[in-house]
Structure formats: C-alpha cells, structure tokens
C-alpha cells in the first residue's frame, strides 16, 4: 500500500509562488506515474501536472504550462509542484496521485488511472 501526504499549501496573493510537496510512504515501487490534480468547488477534477519518476518525463497542463514546475526527489521520495506567478483561478485543492509503473499518455493527466491519491492541500489567491 502507498501512501501520500501532501503540504505546503496556504494562501498567496497573485502573482505570489507556493511550493507543494508530496510524501510517499508505505510499500515504495522502483518508479512511478506521479500527478498533481486540483478541484476547485463547484468545477470538475483538472489534472495540472505529472511526471514519470523513472524518466524525468513531464507534462502539463496548458494553463500552468511556463508557470509550474513539476519535479521528484528520489532521495527523499518526495514529489513536489513549484508555481509561480499564481492566478486567481490557480484557486483549489490540489491533489497528489500516484500509480505504480507506466500508464497511457492520453490517462496521464485525467486522473483516472492512479490508485493511489493524497488528502489534499489547499491553495488560495487572492488579488
């Protein structure tokens, strides 16, 4: 079993940067397909960024590309999101979500295929 505990969220004026972290535990596999997923209320799950943890491989989603940063620490079995230059609707609660392995790349950022999912932090921007 995995496990991920996310933190660092808070809240951030726009324009402001905020660094979420993600902490794997429990039963660790040699790689992973790692995302960052956010909900903000009312709209629907939106996959923000992922990365192949064997690879380096990453992709983002178009509203956060040039702004986040996605990135594993396999030391530390820590996944983390940089963003900067926050927006108003970068508003959420972010997820972490893990799967063991590989996946398709059209799943890769829709969710659907991790089993494994943090609690959540929340980031909040204010104007």
């Known amino acids: 079993q995995v496990q991920l505990q996310e933190s660092g969220g808070g809240s951030v004026q726009a324009g402001g940067s905020l660094r979420l972290s993600c902490a794997v535990s429990?039963?660790?596999?040699?790689?992973?397909?790692m995302g960052w997923f956010r909900q903000a209320p009312g709209k629907e799950r939106e996959g923000v960024a992922a990365?192949?943890?064997?690879?380096?491989?990453?992709y983002y989603a178009d509203s956060v590309k040039g702004r986040f940063t996605i990135s594993y620490d396999n030391a530390k079995k820590t996944l983390y999101l940089q963003m900067n230059s926050l927006e108003l609707e970068d508003t959420a609660m972010y997820y972490c979500?893990?799967?063991?392995?590989?996946?398709?790349?059209?799943?890769?950022?829709?969710?659907?295929?991790?089993?494994?999912w943090g609690q959540g932090t929340q980031v909040t921007v204010s104007s």
């Open positions: 990365i192949y943890t064997g690879g380096a491989i990453t």
């Open positions: 979500a893990a799967e063991p392995g590989a996946m398709s790349v059209s799943g890769i950022l829709t969710g659907d295929g991790y089993n494994y």
């Open positions: 429990g039963y660790t596999y040699s790689s992973y397909v």
